[in-house]
């Protein structure tokens, strides 16, 4: 028994030890590491009094560096020939949409390959290449689109189960060819300019199907109307000739009351009439935009594009300041290795 508390009060002990050598490394441990982050402090410090009595000392010189590298940066950024891009709201006409979308993708295609022979046909320069990048993008509009599928043929659920749950499901495949207007991003090279952007609107109407198209869509709108405008006389004609069986004249009939049981669809007329003013109205604006395939609706603006390399205002007074710093810094170490040097050179003597 004796042993064994023996034994039991040595166990203590020595957990005891263990835990005090615990604590101990750690207190050193965190000791360290604030001794560690004190050192950083102070090298910091050091480094930013150093930059200041660098900046204090060559302030001049420094001012000169950025000052007339941001006035000489100025005139190169000016001079220098860069893309341009602009980009364009246009209506895609006679159900032109899937059609207009691969011709884009066929002609960034024919540019990047710099396939001349299709280039040439269709009136680009091949030589000075003119057109660098083409995207068109549908405007999404959902009301549009709900009215479409549920007016016409409510297929709306059916096509959100087809389109495998895309992110941008709204600019997908699926609906793109519903929307009524699309954005057009057209960036033409350093060599190209508006001329280089009409060219493309060119090709994209000179397609013979569609043009045939356009046509026949063209004529049956006329006639759509003028069967409309007939429809509507002929409304007018029942109210002028109910009107005068009755020798009260009909200041607007939408105002009109009906309680004969000879007249109760007399209501239905006025509606209908209504109905036709309104798509006629549409059809005239829809008449004014069948000029072409691809109706550009927007007046395109080229303006210039700065990648990060080209923003010589920026970088040229930022490299003339840095290498500045870094030849007074490669200079210093030179003359504390130098002075290394002479010392272990002395040693040895």
């Not at 001794?35 to 009595?53: D, P, T």
């Not at 499901?169 to 991003?185: A, N, P, Q, W």
């Not at 239905?268 to 395939?293: F, P, R, S």
Request: some cysteine; overall charge neutral.
């Amino acid at each position: 028994m004796g042993a064994i508390f023996k034994i039991t009060i040595k166990q203590i002990k020595q957990q005891k030890i263990n835990t005090m050598s615990t604590n101990s490394n750690d207190e050193i441990d965190l000791g360290l590491i604030f001794r560690k982050i004190q050192e950083i402090y102070h090298s910091m410090l050091v480094v930013a009094y150093h930059g200041v009595r660098f900046a204090a000392k060559h302030w001049i010189i420094l001012a000169v560096l950025i000052i007339g590298g941001s006035v000489l940066g100025h005139f190169w950024q000016k001079n220098q020939k860069v893309d341009k891009a602009t980009t364009l709201i246009v209506q895609n006409n006679f159900g032109s949409s899937s059609y207009v979308y691969n011709a884009i993708q066929q002609l960034n295609g024919k540019v990047n390959s710099k396939d001349d022979f299709f280039l040439n046909k269709i009136g680009f320069n091949s030589t000075t290449p003119e057109i660098s990048k083409l995207e068109i993008e549908p405007i999404v509009n959902i009301m549009e689109l709900l009215d479409k599928n549920e007016t016409s043929d409510r297929n709306l659920e059916q096509y959100l189960s087809q389109s495998d749950f895309q992110e941008d499901l709204l600019l997908s495949e699926v609906f793109f060819t519903e929307y009524r207007y699309h954005k057009l991003h057209v960036t033409v090279s350093s060599d190209g300019n508006q001329e280089s952007v009409n060219k493309v609107i060119a090709y994209l109407n000179s397609n013979e199907i569609f043009l045939k198209n356009k046509e026949i869509v063209i004529n049956e709108t006329k006639l759509r109307i003028s069967r409309n405008d007939t429809s509507i006389a002929n409304i007018d004609g029942i109210f002028d000739e109910y009107a005068n069986k009755t020798k009260q004249p009909i200041a607007n009939p939408a105002q009109v009351y009906f309680r004969s049981q000879e007249n109760n669809n007399l209501h239905q007329l006025i509606m209908t009439k209504n109905d036709l003013i309104i798509e006629n109205e549409k059809l005239k604006q829809e008449l004014v935009k069948y000029d072409n395939i691809v109706t550009v609706m927007s007046e395109p603006n080229l303006n210039s594009v700065y990648t990060t390399w080209s923003k010589k205002r920026l970088l040229l007074p930022f490299f003339l300041t840095f290498f500045f710093c870094l030849f007074h810094f490669t200079k210093g170490l030179y003359k504390q290795g130098k002075k290394y040097a002479e010392l272990a050179e002395a040693g040895k003597a």
